[in-house]
T-cell receptor
Framework: KAGVTQTPRYLIKTRGQQVTLSCSPI?????VSWYQQTPGQGLQFLFE???????NKGNFPGRFSGRQFSNSRSEMNVSTLELGDSALYLC?????????????FGPGTRLTVT | AQTVTQSQPEMSVQEAETVTLSCTYD???????LFWYKQPPSRQMILVIR??????QNATENRFSVNFQKAAKSFSLKISDSQLGDTAMYFC?????????FGAGTRLTVKP
């Protein structure tokens, strides 16, 4: 099976712009979670989608949003970018029910905001 | 709220020796799952080991084992016969009710 893929891998944006990141989960996985990883804050949970519905949400401002499509692919959008949004954004997918099942991580998208 | 604490930001160990990474957590739930994930430099995060809270037996995966103390809310990872390829960031994580929380991580360096 192909692993979790994320595109693009690297991105440079200017403050005030918006950005969309994409994540394709492992085939058959219906749960997709997004995380922000920074040296100072570590791994912080953004949100989780399951069957096109947001099932859980972390403590991030409304500038961060996401969605999931019927094929389980997910996108994450950040509007009005700030310097502090520079981070590695990780996507993880898991099996249909994800009741404590392993999450499979993608390679991440490295976002730099200048 | 659930929290996960890893009190050791950095650790090092000589190749072939044993090292233990600490993790404590807090949750009001009785049924949950605990994980250790490994993130090698510039590589993807992968699962090292998984523990179900309702199981008293400590999980083991080859050279990796955990010491799960439910009452103390402690979940440490022991790496035996450390190898250079074990050099990575290690994250402890807690999951229940669709909520996954990670610790800040421990950077482990295995020295030859």
């Amino acid at each position: 099976k192909a692993g979790v893929t994320q595109t693009p891998r690297y991105l440079i944006k200017t403050r005030g712009q918006q950005v969309t990141l994409s994540c394709s989960p492992i085939s058959g996985h219906r749960s997709v979670s997004w995380y922000q990883q920074t040296p100072g804050q570590g791994l912080q949970f953004l949100f989780e989608y399951f069957s096109e519905t947001q099932r859980n949400k972390g403590n991030f401002p409304g500038r961060f949003s996401g969605r999931q499509f019927s094929n389980s692919r997910s996108e994450m959008n950040v509007s009005t970018l700030e310097l502090g949004d520079s981070a590695l954004y990780l996507c993880a997918s898991s099996t249909p029910d994800r009741r404590g099942d392993e999450q499979y991580f993608g390679p991440g998208t490295r976002l730099t905001v200048t | 709220a659930q929290t996960v604490t890893q009190s050791q930001p950095e650790m090092s160990v000589q190749e072939a020796e044993t090292v233990t990474l600490s993790c404590t957590y807090d949750t009001s739930e009785s049924n949950y799952y605990l994980f250790w994930y490994k993130q090698p430099p510039s590589r993807q995060m992968i699962l090292v080991i998984r523990q179900e809270a309702y199981k008293q037996q400590n999980a083991t995966e080859n050279r990796f084992s955990v010491n799960f103390q439910k009452a103390a809310k402690s979940f440490s990872l022991k790496i035996s016969d450390s190898q250079l390829g074990d050099t990575a960031m290690y994250f402890c994580a807690l999951y229940n009710n669709n909520d996954m929380r990670f610790g800040a991580g421990t950077r482990l360096t295995v020295k030859p």
